[in-house]
């Protein structure tokens, strides 16, 4: 059987890579925990520029729109522009996480797409790895 794809918006891949287990309340963490798990398996996804799998359980979510809607799409819009990626792309986890990895985060650049996201702090402080 063919397993579906994940969709996952464009900025959760650098969310993802950063994760360390905090989150807007103890059940979008749970829920964030259980799709980083997932990430392990390398699945098919489907990168989007909306609410997706992990937006399902935050507590920011209304009535099925984030309550940050344009600034978390500007946020997305960048990411894929960096990895060279169009909306709906299909592709592994393996791969666009790489991509997020190589063009965002070693280089730099993560800072000037979603520097001023309340959690900045505890990527500035890992990502110092990454940097060339
Ligand atoms: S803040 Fe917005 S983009 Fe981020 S997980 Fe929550 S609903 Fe999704």
Not at 85 to 102: A, G, P
Not at 104 to 123: A, E, H, L
Request: contains cysteine; aromatic residues 8%; proline residues 2%.
């Amino acid at each position: 059987m063919v397993k579906e794809r994940i969709e996952l918006r464009a900025h959760h891949g650098m969310c993802l890579t950063f994760f360390e287990g905090k989150g807007y309340s103890k059940g979008f963490t749970e829920h964030m925990q259980s799709i980083y798990d997932t990430m392990k398996d390398n699945p098919e996804l489907k990168v989007v520029i909306k609410e997706d799998i992990i937006c399902q359980k935050c507590p920011n979510l209304h009535k099925g729109y984030c309550k940050t809607k344009e600034l978390v799409q500007g946020y997305d819009r960048r990411v894929l522009s960096h990895c060279g990626l169009k909306e709906n792309v299909e592709i592994s986890w393996e791969k666009f996480s790489n991509l997020v990895i190589e063009n965002i985060i070693v280089s730099g650049k993560r800072k000037s797409i979603c520097g001023n996201c309340q959690w900045t702090k505890i990527c500035e402080s890992k990502e110092r790895i990454f940097l060339k």
